[in-house]
T-cell receptor, first 113, second 115 residues
Framework: NAGVTQTPKFQVLKTGQSMTLQCAQD?????MSWYRQDPGMGLRLIHY???????DQGEVPNGYNVSRSTTEDFPLRLLSAAPSQTSVYFC????????????FGPGTRLTVT | GQQVMQIPQYQHVQEGEDFTTYCNSS?????IQWYKQRPGGHPVFLIQ?????EVKKQKRLTFQFGEAKKNSSLHITATQTTDVGTYFC???????????????FGKGTKLSVIP
C-alpha cells in the first residue's frame, strides 16, 4: 500500500492564481481531511469528509474548496491564492470510527508570492 | 469551540535527561491522540488514550490521560537524539454527529536534544 499520497511536493503561486492540491489514499478509508501547518500554530483543520459526496468545513475553510467524488481522492482547491495561504498542507485519512488513528500524507509546501 | 493547549512550546534537553509535554483541553474529551513529527516530515501517530486515568507505555515513552479527561501528558525517560521532533496532542470531543470526527490539535512541543 502507498498509504496517503500528495502532489505536488512543492508549489509556488502568484497572488490570484488558482490551483488544486491532490490527495489520494489506497486504504479504503472513509474519513479524509485537510490541515494546514504554520509555524507556532500547530495543525488546523481546513475541510473534512466522512465519505464520498459528503464534506464539511473545519476551523479555517475560507479560500478553499473541496469535493469528494470517490473514496480514494480528496482534492483541495485554492480559488484565488493569497500570501496568507503560504503554508504546508497535509492530507490525512482514517476509518470512519469515532476519532481513530490518522494517517498523514507527506505534505505540500505552498508559497504564494 | 474546543481548544487544546499544549506546553511548553519548545524544550531543549541534554541527551539522557527526561522530557514532559502537557496538553489541556477546554472541554471534556472522548479520547486523545499523540503524534510525532520529525523535522521536515509529517505527523505520525503514536498512541490513543480513551479511558479516564489511563496510562500507556511505549518503551521510554509514558502517556497519561487525566481523570477528568481534560488533560494528558507525554513523558520521555532518558531522551535520545532520535527523540528530536515536535510532539502534538490531538483531542476529540464528545460525539456530535459528523463533528465527532474532527480532531483539535495542540500547537505542539518542539523537542531538541543536545548530544
Amino acid at each position: 500500500n502507498a498509504g496517503v499520497t500528495q502532489t505536488p511536493k512543492f508549489q509556488v503561486l502568484k497572488t490570484g492564481q488558482s490551483m488544486t492540491l491532490q490527495c489520494a489514499q489506497d486504504m479504503n478509508h472513509e474519513y479524509m481531511s485537510w490541515y494546514r501547518q504554520d509555524p507556532g500554530m500547530g495543525l488546523r483543520l481546513i475541510h473534512y469528509s466522512v465519505g464520498a459526496g459528503i464534506t464539511d468545513q473545519g476551523e479555517v475553510p475560507n479560500g478553499y474548496n473541496v469535493s469528494r467524488s470517490t473514496t480514494e481522492d480528496f482534492p483541495l482547491r485554492l480559488l484565488s491564492a493569497a500570501p496568507s495561504q503560504t503554508s504546508v498542507y497535509f492530507c490525512a485519512s482514517s476509518r470512519r470510527d469515532k476519532a481513530v488513528k490518522q494517517y498523514f500524507g507527506p505534505g505540500t509546501r505552498l508559497t504564494v508570492t | 469551540g474546543q481548544q487544546v493547549m499544549q506546553i511548553p512550546q519548545y524544550q531543549h534537553v541534554q541527551e539522557g535527561e527526561d522530557f514532559t509535554t502537557y496538553c489541556n483541553s477546554s472541554t471534556t474529551l472522548s479520547n486523545i491522540q499523540w503524534y510525532k513529527q520529525r523535522p521536515g516530515g509529517h505527523p505520525v501517530f503514536l498512541i490513543q488514550l480513551v479511558k479516564s486515568g489511563e496510562v500507556k507505555k511505549q518503551k521510554r515513552l509514558t502517556f497519561q490521560f487525566g481523570e477528568a479527561k481534560k488533560n494528558s501528558s507525554l513523558h520521555i525517560t532518558a531522551t535520545q537524539t532520535t527523540d528530536v521532533g515536535t510532539y502534538f496532542c490531538a483531542g476529540s470531543g464528545p460525539y456530535s454527529g459528523a463533528g465527532s470526527y474532527q480532531l483539535t490539535f495542540g500547537k505542539g512541543t518542539k523537542l531538541s536534544v543536545i548530544p
